[in-house]
């Protein structure tokens, strides 16, 4: 089960921190990643990590403002959004699979995400 929080709102140019809390004790062993869906629009990807942190990867779009970071101890990950847009705007998930690149095997529910201009 994976639980996202951190979302909120924010001003263009602000910073939020999202946080997925992961259960069960095989989370270290999951590429973990975020998504995230804007009104009308799919689900996209935003950026993943591999199982120990040593390769992150990012949307084009993001590139440069988010971080993607994990603990396993604490069986968390992390995305630090910095330079926000109002094109961020959209309901982020926390997901998590068994490969990089792979289907996604878990979701977290969402949590909301809105950058006002």
Do not use: H
């Not at 009308?40 to 403002?65: H, L, P, Q």
């Amino acid at each position: 089960q994976l639980q996202a929080s951190g979302g909120g709102l924010v001003q263009a140019g602000g910073s939020l921190r999202l946080s997925c809390a992961a259960s069960g004790r095989t989370f270290s062993t999951y590429t973990m990643g975020w998504f995230r869906q804007a009104p009308g629009k799919e689900r996209e990807f935003v950026a993943a990590i591999n199982w120990n942190g040593g390769r992150t990867y990012y949307a084009n779009s993001v590139k440069g403002r988010f971080t993607i970071s994990r603990d396993n101890a604490k069986n968390t990950v992390y995305l630090q959004m910095n330079s926000l847009k109002p094109e961020d705007t959209a309901v982020y998930y926390c997901a998590a699979s068994t490969v990089v690149g792979g289907p996604v095997d878990y979701w977290g529910q969402g949590t909301q995400v809105t950058v006002s201009s």
